[in-house]
């Protein structure tokens, strides 16, 4: 009979008393601890007995945070399960909670779990603060990285809270040393507990779990189709080199290697817009289009690259498609490989061998319980197709929540309504992307499937960590032979190993530290330090600017702008403004885009009109253009950047500031309201509204709105046929009466005017 956990604030018979959670939390009570332990064996049980212990102690409240609404539901549910603290005083945040709201409950509240990015907005708008928060735990620490909101509310949690405590949870925080470095330094961790499948406290509550390899063979058809895309790389690298940038492994290089080059020549354009750069970096693009497709051939099969080959086709297709796959549309072997995919009666020999696998499993224990994963969506759709075909079994597509061309995401009460229906049976397989691989509560399965392998250990192990919870479980992974599916494969079992040695190491060099600093009463000034959480920002012999105040769009708080304002001694005021995204006074009022922004708002027509309503609006308009790879974003006519900013500044009177990332733009919008605050002694002040647009530019709009018709043939289909109900009513042939309207144009116009709408 299991022996429970007694403690005043947790229920009585309701967790189990387990020795390694009771150690893991003693640790954690000490100091601020990442806690490494792998799936299904308890981690939120242990940030439970934290949580409790710091509330007993020192009252105040307790924060959880966790990366999605399912899991802030789940460990919602949990606690309101276990802690002996009424059921309205343990509140769930998330985005659909109204801010007013949630700064009421708050209040009231004394465990609250949510989402990091609504803590985030709430802090910045100073609807909450820390002050009182006795602990903090953590969820999927090694979320805490860059500027991921884990990194600020850490922050602000050590400046503010009278008690602070924080707990990381983790079951994979990653082989890399400089990663697990960062989490620890931005969670200001000083303690690391490791616990393995087989420690000796761990290993009674350990599940049996197979893991077998699966290896197949390319037929000789998908072979002949791998040699023309290698033979298009082959070319591609040839040209790429002779304008001066090589790739050391060419055909071998990762998507890290190209991507790293791409960036380089983002940064050199900044300086030098040179056209060799130009080119090089359209011949990398398609590079990186052939290599992506020469991926999904080796490792999902013909259908799935038949697919992306229909995406590429379509883009090409576009009047606002990229040069990259234009040039891809019209090459001989792309030609070729588009001719072979329709003949082609060969397929991945992974579909028969998962249909074998899953068909064998629900046939001797019908009961069961399956998870396929594939890294792509076509695929999970097409194997939900496939085994939807065999007696007994019940699959079920599952992705994200990002919708895309013909392909509608899943929203998240879709993912928890499919979940439930996994439990109770309904379905007994779910194809899933890697939306399944952390934070849902899936339930413990009999068998995991990996169409392929992944190379991160940290996927990987989220991956096998959804069976063997609570029974034995069983893990198949597929290999193809002489293909990156090797190489991922043993990628992802190196950094395992390494993540697990690592982990250890730190894990021992921490605990002497702490016992050095408890021996003497202070470090050893010899000892060398792990981390080091003094500031290295510069010094700023500026005089505090306390009195600074900018009024900011509530959509900025999703960039780091707003924190580094913050940091500046800027302060703010969060509103939904109609007009521009800061405003420093009342007659300074500040567009911020970054250089993708800028070029896709040029594309689709939104930049003068928010232009012209900033310039109508305030006496001093600016535009801040963020980063360095305007040219270069969407294969743009340069001619078309340098008009579109000449016309701002001569014909709408705006200043332009440029600038390298968020913290840059921080700055140029700190010096704007001391000028003006400071200098000038303007009052900061919102005032105007977006100008409703003339009916003749709305009809302008709809029209433009269809495919490859630009503003002029809009306008000239409006002269010609008086109203758009009018065009839409014109056949083929009447359409081409209008002047700039070819046989080409008259055909799209009839293609989405005519064709059944089909969701």
Known sequence: MADYIKHPLIKENTVEQRLYQLNLAGTSLNTSSLVVLPTGLGKTTVALLVIASRLEKFGGRALVLSP?????????????????????????????????????????????????????????????????????????????????????????????????????ITASPGSDDEKINEVCECLQIQSVAVKTETDSDVSPYIQKKQIDWKYVKLPDEIKKLKQLLEKILDDRFAKLSNTGYTVP??????????????????????????????????????????????????????????????????????????????????????????HRLKECSSEHPKLEMTRDIVSKQLEENPDSRVIVFT?????????????????????????????????????????????????????????????????????????????????????????????????????????????????????????????????????????????????????????????????????????????????????????????????????????TLEIADYIVSDRIAIERKSSVDFVNSLIDKTLFEQISNLSRMYKKPCLILEGDDMFSARQINP??????????????????????????????????????QKDENRDVSMHGKKSAPLLSEQQEYVVSAISDIGPRAARNLLKHFESVENIMKANYEELQEAELIGPKTASKIREIVGSKYKS
Request: net charge neutral; glycine share 4%; proline share 3%.
């Open 68 to 168: 999605t609404k399912p899991l802030v539901e789940q460990h919602a549910h949990f606690l309101k399960s276990t802690l002996v603290i009424p059921e309205n005083n343990i509140q769930a945040f998330t985005g659909n909670t109204s801010p007013e709201k949630r700064a009421e409950l708050w209040e009231k509240s004394s465990v609250i779990v949510s989402t990091p990015q609504v803590i985030e907005n709430d802090l910045l708008a100073k609807r909450i603060d820390l002050k009182d928060v006795s602990h903090i735990t953590f969820d999927e620490a090694h979320r805490a990285v860059g500027n991921y909101s884990y990194t600020y509310i850490a922050e602000k949690y050590y400046e503010n809270a009278k008690y602070p405590l924080c707990l990381g």
């Open 249 to 338: 492994k060419k055909k071998k290089a990762t998507k890290k290697d190209l991507l790293s080059l791409q960036s380089r020549l983002h940064a050199q354009l900044r300086n030098n817009p040179d056209p060799n750069v130009y080119n090089a970096l359209s011949l990398l693009a398609e590079i990186l289009k052939v290599n992506h497709a020469l991926e999904v051939l080796e490792t999902q099969g013909v259908d799935a690259l038949t697919k992306y080959y229909d995406r590429l086709d379509r883009e090409a297709g576009l009047k606002t498609g990229s040069k990259a796959s234009k040039r891809l549309a019209e090459d001989p072997y792309m030609q070729q490989i588009s």
């Open 375 to 575: 890294n792509y969506r076509d695929t999970a759709e097409m194997l939900a197709n496939l085994l939807s075909e065999i007696d007994g079994v019940y699959p079920i597509r599952f992705v994200g929540q990002s919708s895309k061309y013909n392909d509608k995401g899943l929203t998240q009460k879709q993912q928890v309504e499919i979940i439930d229906k996994f439990k109770n049976g309904e379905y007994n397989v779910i194809v899933s992307t890697s939306v399944a691989e952390e934070g849902l509560d899936i339930p413990s399965t009999d068998l995991v499937l990996f169409y392929e392998p992944v190379p991160s250990e940290i996927r990987s192990i989220q991956r096998k960590g959804r069976t063997a919870r609570k029974q034995e479980g069983r893990v198949v992974v597929l290999v193809t032979k002489e293909t990156r599916d090797e190489a991922y494969y043993w990628s992802s079992v190196s950094k395992e190993r390494k993540m697990q040695d690592n982990m250890k190491y730190l894990q021992d060099i921490m605990s002497q530290n702490n016992e050095n600093t408890s021996d003497t009463g202070k470090s050893d000034n010899n000892q060398k330090k792990l981390f080091d959480f003094e500031s290295e920002t510069n010094v700023n012999t500026e005089q505090p600017s306390d009195c600074l105040n900018v009024l900011v769009d509530q959509r900025e708080t999703k960039s780091t702008v707003v924190r580094s304002l913050e940091k500046l001694d800027v302060g703010f005021t969060i509103k």
């Open 639 to 676: 001619n078309a950047v340098y008009g579109t900013l000449i016309s701002l500044e001569l014909d709408f009177g705006v200043s332009i500031y440029y600038t390298r990332d968020e913290k840059d733009t921080a700055s140029v919008i700190r010096l704007l309201a001391k000028r003006e």
